[in-house]
């Protein structure tokens, strides 16, 4: 079982940056694939980004490219997404998560889930 912890959201005004951090539980961290998804309120949890097991692919969801950029370091075994030019529309909660096949953006496919940290963009 891998534990996921995110840290990092808050309040920020619109234009502003934040970057999130998932730290995970084992040294086996570099065995998955990690993600970023984010719910808004009253929407359907969506997916914002992943990067591969080593770190060297990315892909972003089209609304987060350009501003986002997802990262790693095995060794502390952390995700990292850092969020430049916030926008309104990026308020939500945000989950990291780890799964085994690469590039695909159903939440199904990702094994383990953190608990979320809210971020909210103020104009």
């Known amino acids: 079982q891998l534990q996921l912890v995110e840290s990092g959201g808050g309040l920020v005004q619109a234009g502003g940056s934040l970057r999130l951090s998932c730290a995970a539980s084992?040294?086996?961290?570099?065995?998955?694939?990690m993600a970023w998804f984010r719910q808004a309120p009253g929407k359907e949890r969506e997916f914002v980004a992943a990067?591969?097991?080593?770190?060297?692919?990315?892909f972003y969801d089209d609304s987060v490219k350009g501003r986002f950029t997802i990262s790693r370091d095995n060794a502390k075994n952390t995700a990292y997404l850092q969020m430049n030019s916030l926008k309104l529309e990026d308020t939500a909660v945000y989950y990291c998560?780890?799964?085994?096949?690469?590039?695909?953006?159903?939440?199904?496919?990702?094994?383990?889930w953190g608990q979320g940290t809210q971020v909210t963009v103020s104009s």
């Open positions: 998560a780890a799964g085994g096949t690469w590039r695909v953006v159903e939440e199904e496919k990702y094994d383990f």
């Open positions: 084992k040294r086996i961290f570099n065995s998955y694939v």
């Open positions: 990067i591969s097991w080593s770190g060297s692919s990315t």
